[in-house]
């Protein structure tokens, strides 16, 4: 295996919505997660955001917790709503005070901030311009990127755009980022973000020359589920759906010309002004972030399959179903998490060489985790053996992606601490410290040090030597 790079930048990541609660606090005006536990779609007997994690009390607290594991790097989201009022763009200072002083905290501890724009916390005032529908979106959100800029530009040094974009086309509506009153398509909407990518790359190399900005999508391997061409056609199709289509627009500059063609098939066609498409075609990023889960397993889908297409899937995961394409199916090769995600930790080298092999930009992990149910014992302990394996065997894959030649800049996994889980609550718990509360009740919110801590912070003390 390949030694990890002496600057490696291990960590893990976060995102605002899930993790800081203090929704009235501070400032922040409304975003469209928080009265996410009001929404149609949103499972009863589980928590919302407003509560969380209560990061936005506890941050002091948590930032020590992180450097005690030794983290060199710490991947978060700031909370557009906690920075920026209303449409006007007027700031909140209180908010620019609060990850101010959370990023030099970081900092003191010499650990590098990576800093997500945009992570799913779109402002309700965006809907006075009609939301993400709108071609003007990317402009309110070049103003946000502005002001980020112009206040952390000089600390941060790592800058992420739209975390998982590409899940905006997808679940959107589902995991509740898109408003249930949207009347553009999905593929307008992820248009409209791109163009909104685009601006804040190129903003970004002009006000901030040194630093670095990419992506942050979620990716993942496709299999074919046999060895039939028409199972291989549609693992060519979803190549492109669930990843390509993503990637090409930010690393290249236009879509692909197999995405185009399927635009035409469904009788749905993009709205680019020739000023986006010159933007689009002047904004390539420094780097490819991305989270990583599992990977997707397909096969050929006639015109007689189900016509749910895209409309109706269970997560980011599964459920694709998209007539004279193909169709996600279940790989009896992977076992699964408790709650049903396939494991496969080849599957992760599998992507990172197809990443790196499509694109040859160095790569970050801004997510990559295991879900569970954690049991808190009578003496106040958590053996969570299972996300410990998790963790070897995905590390291992990412070391011997580096053995194979990929560039690997970071590892950031999903979580740091504990946090909300979107559709599943704090009971779905990734964090390498447990927060001492249920879905409803919120207890005292201690944080205690599982298993995974100490074991992690002895894999980075060593650089992933011990592997």
Request: hydrophobic share 35%.
């Amino acid at each position: 295996m390949k030694k990890f790079p002496k600057n490696f930048l291990w960590g893990a990541s976060s995102s605002a919505y899930q993790f800081e609660g203090a929704i009235n606090e501070g400032g922040k005006v409304p975003s469209i997660m928080d009265k996410f536990d009001e929404r149609k779609s949103y499972p009863k007997g589980i928590t919302g955001f407003k509560v969380a994690s209560d990061h936005y009390n506890h941050w002091k607290e948590d930032v020590a917790l992180m450097a005690e594991m030794g983290f060199k790097s710490y991947r978060f989201s700031i909370s557009w709503p906690r920075i920026i009022k209303n449409i006007k763009g007027d700031i909140n200072p209180e908010g620019i005070k609060f990850y101010r002083d959370l990023i030099d905290e970081l900092i003191k501890y010499n650990i590098e901030p990576i800093v997500t724009i945009f992570h799913f916390d779109t402002p309700s005032f965006i809907e006075e311009i009609g939301g993400l529908d709108s071609s003007e979106f990317s402009n309110i959100f070049e103003l946000y990127s502005k002001v980020l800029f112009e206040n952390y530009g000089s600390k941060v040094n790592y800058w992420l755009t739209i975390n998982e974009l590409n899940m905006f086309a997808f679940v959107g509506q589902i995991i509740g980022v898109i408003s249930e009153k949207s009347k553009s398509t999905k593929w307008q909407i992820m248009h409209n973000l791109n163009v909104a990518q685009a601006k804040a790359i190129r903003l970004c190399k002009k006000m901030l020359p040194n630093a670095k900005i990419g992506p942050a999508p979620n990716i993942s391997s496709v299999y074919a589920n046999s060895n039939k061409p028409q199972d291989h056609l549609a693992k060519l199709n979803f190549d492109q759906m669930r990843n390509w289509i993503f990637l090409d627009i930010v690393c290249r500059g236009e879509y692909g010309t197999w995405f185009k063609n399927f635009l035409k098939l469904i009788n749905e066609e993009i709205i680019i002004t020739n000023e986006e498409k010159e933007i689009l075609k002047n904004s390539k990023p420094d780097f490819i972030a991305f989270n990583y889960y599992s990977t997707m397993t397909v096969e050929y889908a006639s015109s007689k399959d189900s016509k749910n297409s895209l409309n109706n899937l269970g997560d980011q995961q599964s459920g694709f179903i998209i007539p004279g394409i193909g169709k996600t199916v279940k790989n009896k090769n992977l076992e699964a998490t408790q709650f049903g995600w396939e494991i496969d930790s080849i599957g992760f080298r599998n992507t990172l060489r197809e990443v790196y092999d499509r694109y040859q930009l160095p790569i970050m992990i801004t997510e990559n985790g295991i879900g569970a149910r954690d049991v808190l014992t009578d003496d106040k302990k958590i053996h969570d053996d299972y996300r410990i394996e998790y963790y070897q065997k995905h590390i291992r894959a990412m070391s011997e992606a580096i053995a194979d030649g990929v560039e690997m800049i970071g590892y950031m996994p999903w979580s740091a601490i504990d946090l909300v889980s979107t559709h599943e609550g704090i009971s779905k718990r990734y964090g390498f410290v447990y927060v001492n509360r249920d879905e409803f009740d919120e207890k005292d919110m201690r944080r205690i040090r599982k298993d995974s801590f100490f074991w992690y912070k002895d894999l980075i003390e060593k650089n992933g030597e011990n592997i």
